[in-house]
């Protein structure tokens, strides 16, 4: 129990220190503002609309149960999810799931196929790998892809301890 205790702490300290450096990576503005968490999904889904897409959000579970660090993550998978979908989707409507059950959370992002033309983008960005990046600090998944109707779909999953419920 002992070493699963160390091994346990290890870890974590591990996984704190790798966000550390990913909100250095973000640069000086980041350390002066608090951290966002999902009780500001309101604020970012409203940021997203002045975009020019609308979108639906759909919660359930104990949100508010979700780990600080853990929910920090997961906004900032939905903001960059969002934000793809203003950039490339082509649409005027996104979906937002969250729910936390059963000792996970799970985020899904949303939106049918285009509505309107698309320009291409050059080049490669760090969305998805950065999406991929922050699930799996928490021992988490991301799955990305296009959906059958044309649209395009992300899925999180973040595990943890505490049961929500």
Partial sequence: RALETIEKSSREALADMRRLVGVLREGDDSLTQPAPG???????VG???????????????????VPPGMALAAYRVAQEALTNVVLHAGV????????????????????GPPTRPVEPIDGGGHGIPGMEERASLYGGTLDAGSTDDGGYRVEATFPFDRDPE
Avoid: F, K, Q, W
């Fill in 92 to 111: 005027d409507e996104a979906e937002l799931t969250l729910e936390a059950s059963d000792g996970s959370l799970v985020l899904v992002v949303g939106n």
């Fill in 38 to 44: 999902l009780g500001d999904i309101d604020r970012l």
């Fill in 47 to 65: 940021e997203i609309s002045r975009a020019g897409v609308t979108v639906g959000v759909t919660s359930s579970g104990h949100l508010d149960r």
